[in-house]
């Protein structure tokens, strides 16, 4: 069964950090683009971050560049997100997905496969 799974979201202080996990089962991560996309009450689904297939290049949205990283672990076929100095505005679902592509892209409807969703609260 094709499936991603998305961990680690939870409430930090502005200030914070956390770790999101996108992890892959039935199908091999290596041969897709990643994006991480997230979704704040009322507002559409918008694109955060994205590594490509090998070689992985990464990409980010203005407003996370220098505060999130985005990586890849072949060997757990899982993507990571890693988010420093979260502000309240990083509110939101944050949600994984994959395109069997070697180039990323930032439109939803050319992802293959979606996680569920994991929500990420930063508040004091």
């Known amino acids: 069964q094709v499936q991603l799974v998305e961990s680690g979201g939870g409430l930090v202080q502005p200030g914070g950090s956390l770790r999101l996990s996108c992890a892959a089962s039935?199908?091999?991560?290596?041969?897709?683009?990643i994006g991480w996309f997230r979704q704040a009450p009322g507002k559409e689904r918008e694109g955060v971050s994205c590594i490509s297939s090998s070689p992985g290049s990464t990409y980010y949205a203005d407003s996370v560049k220098g505060r999130f990283t985005i990586s890849r672990d072949g060997a757990k076929n899982t993507v990571y997100l890693q988010m420093n100095s979260l502000k309240p505005e990083d509110t939101a679902v944050y949600y994984c997905a994959a395109v069997l592509k070697v180039v990323c892209s930032w439109f939803l409807y050319e992802y293959d496969y979606w996680g569920q969703g994991t929500q990420v609260t930063v508040s004091s």
């Open positions: 039935g199908f091999t991560l290596d041969y897709y683009a």
